[in-house]
């Protein structure tokens, strides 16, 4: 039986936006709503942006009076597919696709926004491209996006809300409204980045010098320089790093990742600043940039794990640095009393303050909503 109110996908909208909006358009909160349409199916456990399995697509179709040609169109995997080149898993993380990091109903991040937007929309929703790893500003604003509630820093969980919430442009947990944000500016070099990765995406040609690449392959040079500013940001004195900054290449500051998360997990920031690197890395021209590593006499085995193929498209110019052979891999085990490094512990850290964000039950109180107790002995004379 078809809905009484319905509901229409609006132009870019992710499925999982539509979906929250149908439930608070019927009078209930999503989790109700995906429980009547697919009763053995938690659907909240998964990331529902990426795809609707075809097999459960006719209770949806019924229900909402929508072709199921209209929600396959709304999913990530086609342009996902586009980015990598082949056929993607149901699960594990996706490259270039933002991850929730689900536990149950409970999500880390993933979800990103752009308060301008919602703020102009007559009905808030969230737009598929802000899924997409290398969106950190708005194509339409300029302002950068927010991927977490700007007051109580909770990620954006719409799935969340419950019936009299009403719109989805609030934060889940504090009800802090996202149109009311105050807006900044992103990083001028990871915006040109996004420009130039959706130009490609949308079929434009990917340059490669004075050649043309397939879209594959340039996100996967991509991918591929990320890891290289990576790897350069925790070895500041390194080769690799004193090349780059020969470059004026910004590879150390307070805003690269130190928990060792997946570019996917990483918070906008953090993306920002790997994406600034890069852009600056392809602007300044590949085969110059190559040309740096040259002079300082990079390794091969510092820009890339062995055991893995870097990109075709970059193997001529890798077959001029020199080569350092050595035997299998072997991670080289730690005495037990030996404390952990400094930068180990910034990792630990980093990921234990991502999940406190998630999961308010982790976070510690203030010391002054904790009960005080005084004890007192009485000694007697």
């Known amino acids: ?3 009484a109110l319905s509901v229409p996908l609006l132009p870019e909208e992710s499925l999982s936006s539509w979906l929250v909006r149908a439930a608070l358009r019927q009078g209930c909160d999503p989790l109700s709503l995906t429980g009547a349409i697919w009763p053995t199916w938690r659907i909240w456990t998964r990331d529902i942006d ?3 399995p075809l097999a459960r697509m006719r209770p949806l179709v019924n229900a909402s009076g929508i072709s199921s040609a209209k929600f396959q169109k709304a999913g990530m995997r086609d342009d996902c597919e ?3 080149g082949y056929s993607l898993p149901e699960t594990r993380t996706w490259p270039w696709l933002l991850a929730l990091g689900s536990r149950n109903r409970t999500r880390h991040g993933g979800q990103q926004v752009c308060t301008l937007c919602l703020a102009e929309d007559s009905t808030p929703y969230l737009r598929r491209h802000w899924r997409f790893a290398w969106h950190t500003g708005c194509r339409f604003h300029g302002v950068q996006l927010v991927d977490e509630c700007p007051a109580c820093k909770a990620p954006i969980e719409p799935h969340r809300l419950s019936a009299e ?9 504090c009800y802090e409204d996202f149109r009311q944000a105050v807006c900044t500016s992103p990083l001028p070099e990871a915006f040109r980045f996004q420009v130039l990765a959706d130009r490609v995406l949308q079929g434009e040609r990917a340059g490669f010098g004075s050649s043309s690449i397939a879209v594959a392959d340039w996100f996967s040079m991509a991918s591929f320089l990320v890891g290289i500013m990576r790897r350069a940001s925790r070895r500041p004195s390194s080769p690799l790093s004193e090349a780059l900054l020969s470059l004026g290449i910004p590879i150390v500051n307070n805003r690269m990742p130190i928990s ?9 920031s953090e993306r920002s600043a790997l994406l600034t690197a890069v852009e600056r ?3 300044i021209g590949i085969e110059e940039a190559f040309g740096a590593l040259v002079a300082f006499n990079v390794k091969t085995s510092a820009l890339f794990d ?4 870097p990109p075709v498209a970059l193997l ?5 640095l020199s080569h350092h052979p050595h035997g299998p891999h072997c991670r080289r085990v730690q005495p037990d009393h030996r404390p952990a490094s400094e930068r180990a512990v910034r990792a630990s850290w980093a990921r234990l303050k991502r999940r406190m964000k998630a999961e308010p039950s982790l976070r510690i109180p203030p010391y002054r909503d904790r009960p005080f107790r005084l004890n007192v002995t009485v000694y007697s004379g």
Do not use: Y
Request: proline share 8%; hydrophobic share 45%.
């Open 306 to 309: 062995p055991r893995k193929s």
């Open 260 to 268: 060792g998360l997946a570019f996917e997990l990483l918070p906008i």
């Open 281 to 283: 890395f392809m602007a």
């Open 50 to 52: 990426r795809e609707i």
């Open 1 to 3: 039986m078809t809905w």
């Open 82 to 84: 586009k980015v990598v």
């Open 316 to 320: 001529p110019l890798l077959s001029r």
């Open 165 to 173: 919430d009403q719109h989805l442009a609030q934060c889940s947990r």
